[in-house]
């Protein structure tokens, strides 16, 4: 509806400057001379009339038809020019509506007889005056100011029609796609999340054709959500279902034979052990990637950080003759909440003990990068590694790799350091090594700071 009104003020107001323009030119080019010398000439003529009478203008007007100087004509009431002189019927309508609007290029002066006269100047040619008999001149009565200026309906009336038909148009052009859209919203919001509509866009390329297409990758997003939320959902519950059933059938054991109680007793504390570290991940991991956890950061020592990590993490590899090997250049300071990186930093040297095979070497390499003004940790086992296609997963919640789905574990650890060093504006990422190994890289910020 805007639109329509919109379209037919423009109509009236164009059709309006039009007739205006158009009314404009009717009046100054229609056989009237509009020249100074004109409008000197008419003066002198207005003057000789009101001040001398018709014959003395009439001997003036003889005295410059001799002369080579504009004609100026004087027509009476009846159309009769004064000297019998022709002239064409446009150039006198022309000329009443000059001198009825007050118009310097003609004048009309009215007697003290009640005779009145048009005196004005005739276009000389160069507008195709055709000139006519005074037996043939009709008497004015109007109808050349309705044909001058009379307002164009039909085009106005022609215009509506226009811009009811292009309104029409438009609001299908812009209908079609916001139809589209709201269809697929409301289809998205009763779930139905592979709802697609850039293709319905045909070939658009407008803003309603971007909103489509933003659209399509929000419903993607959004299924994608879903169906990892979904994932997640059947991991908590294959992960808690595993424990829970080895402790239902220890307690089945335990009627059956009373006397193996206390082995019992120990398996049914080892599943609720790991129920409660699952459970305590998926707590940290949640509160971690909704923003609970504000870090408080504070200075440290990158040295006294790995230090402590190492030696908490020598108990599990010994058990596995496994030997930590680490290098720092220097002792750097660090911004950071120590808990957090602690736990993000130990899941991957954990995960390289965990993965790497027996009688291997971990290294554990700490350095400054000088082009990004990072401090880069990179953990390096020696183990099989991840499949080429499961890097990008290997940090979301339950995905352990192909290689290592044979090991105990949740595969949350390296989801909850992932969440933890963005947290601390850093960055993680793992990649194989040629010919066998795993590697991951932390990088954190460094401050510039640094102990001797």
């Not at 335990?254 to 019992?264: D, G, L, M, T, Y």
Request: hydrophobic fraction near 40%; charged fraction near 20%; glycine fraction near 8%.
């Amino acid at each position: 509806m805007f639109l329509l009104v919109a379209q037919l003020t423009a109509v009236i107001g164009v059709s309006v400057a039009i007739w205006l323009q158009h009314r404009h030119e009717a009046l100054q080019s229609t056989g009237v001379e509009t020249s100074p010398s004109a409008r000197s000439l008419v003066e002198a003529a207005a003057s000789t009339l009101q001040f001398g009478g018709i014959k003395s203008l009439q001997n003036l007007l003889k005295y410059w038809q001799q002369r080579p100087v504009l004609q100026l004509l004087a027509i009476d009431t009846n159309g009769k020019e004064l000297l019998q002189r022709s002239y064409t019927k446009t150039s006198f309508d022309a000329a009443r509506l000059l001198a009825e609007d007050d118009q310097r290029h003609a004048k009309q002066i009215k007697l003290s007889n009640g005779q009145s006269f048009i005196l004005f100047v005739p276009d000389d040619g160069r507008n195709n005056r055709l000139a006519q008999r005074p037996s043939e001149l009709k008497q004015y009565k109007g109808g050349s100011r309705k044909a001058v200026g009379r307002f164009p309906l039909m085009p106005l009336l022609g215009g509506i029609v226009v811009s009811f038909i292009f309104a029409a148009l438009l609001a299908w052009y812009f209908s079609k796609p916001i139809n589209i859209l709201r269809t697929a919203f409301e289809q998205a919001s009763n779930g139905k999340l592979d709802v697609r509509v850039a293709s319905e866009m045909g070939g658009r390329r407008d803003e309603l054709s971007d909103l489509g297409h933003d659209f399509d990758a929000m419903a993607s997003r959004l299924e994608s959500l879903l169906q990892s939320q979904t994932k997640l959902l059947h991991h908590i519950s294959h992960e808690l279902r595993s424990p829970l059933a080895r402790i239902q059938m220890a307690l089945g054991l335990v009627r059956q034979s009373p006397h193996k109680i206390e082995a019992f007793l120990n398996r049914i504390t080892l599943e609720a052990n790991r129920m409660d570290g699952l459970v305590g991940e998926l707590l940290t991991l949640s509160r971690l990637e909704s923003g609970a956890v504000q870090v408080k950061k504070e200075t440290l020592e990158l040295k006294q950080l790995m230090h402590n990590i190492i030696e908490d993490a020598q108990f599990e590899a010994e058990s596995k003759n496994m030997k930590l090997k680490m290098s720092l250049d220097q002792n750097y300071l660090l911004q950071g909440q120590p808990d957090l990186l602690y736990r993000a930093i130990e899941n991957v040297v954990r995960n390289a003990i965990k993965y790497g095979p027996d009688n291997s070497v971990i290294n554990i390499d700490c350095s400054k990068h000088n082009d990004n003004q990072k401090i880069q940790i990179t953990v390096t086992d020696q183990g099989a590694g991840v499949d080429a296609l499961e890097l990008e997963d290997i940090f979301k919640p339950f995905v352990r790799g192909s290689y290592g789905s044979q090991t105990v574990g949740h595969g949350v650890g390296l989801a909850i350091t992932k969440q933890v060093i963005e947290a601390h504006s850093g960055q993680v990422i793992a990649k194989n090594i040629t010919p066998q190994g795993f590697c991951v890289e932390i990088s954190l910020p460094y401050n510039g700071l640094s102990l001797s």
